[in-house]
């Protein structure tokens, strides 16, 4: 087992459309964790000129600039957190970002079959690009840091922690080094202070949960052109799930 040193800076890698605003309040729920909601969404609002859902209040809510974002998550934690859980979006990570400020981190990849999330997404957005799923930027994430980092990168399905979240959970912290919290399970509904303020467009559904959702499994119809990007991310995809938690 890797020795990691405390405080541990967790960065969890998704694309849209998974369980991960679950998993943040899965964390948060650990007395000893402090979460961070997309740190880097402003800056990439303002490089992309994205018309997002309340972009101007997303902007004006947080750091647009990278380097200060880096600075800030790697900086003290709050009194007596030694778990820093950051919540990132594949796809706000830009090229201009230069990843070595992430080096130390541990870093969990948080995957999702591309037919559930483009279906899953196209309820929010009226046309789903292959960027703004993540899922190419979200390999070259993993592998990235499968070189580069200290310590290992770990990879866990979405749908494998909601079959058996405790099991799983436990795998997970088990695999960055840090011990499982029985707290993890369960979470009050409503929305929580380590929101993004976007999470009153997006969080409605987590917003009334107490704990992840049962597992049941979901037929899925896309249209042509839906089924023509699930193609074109299932690559992505199926070299990350060779790797995953089980």
Known sequence: MTKVEFPLRLS?????????????R??????????????????Y????????????????????DWKTVISQINGALPHKKSVLYLKHMTQHMLPDIELEGLMDHTHCFLIRDPRLVIASFSEKMDRVSAEATGFKRQLELYRYFSKQAAIRPVVIEGEDIQKNPGKMLERLCEACNLPFDMAMLSWKAGPLPEDGIWGAHWYNAVEKSTGFSAYSEKKVVLSAEQERLAKELEPFYQELKAHKLT
Do not use: K
């Open 12 to 24: 969890v890698w998704s694309g849209p459309r998974n369980i991960s605003t679950a998993m943040m």
């Open 26 to 43: 899965s964390f948060s729920s650990r007395s000893d964790c402090h979460p961070v909601d997309e740190p880097f969404y402003a800056y």
């Open 45 to 64: 609002l303002t490089q992309t000129g994205l018309q997002h859902p309340m972009r101007d209040e997303i902007i004006a809510s947080q750091s647009s």
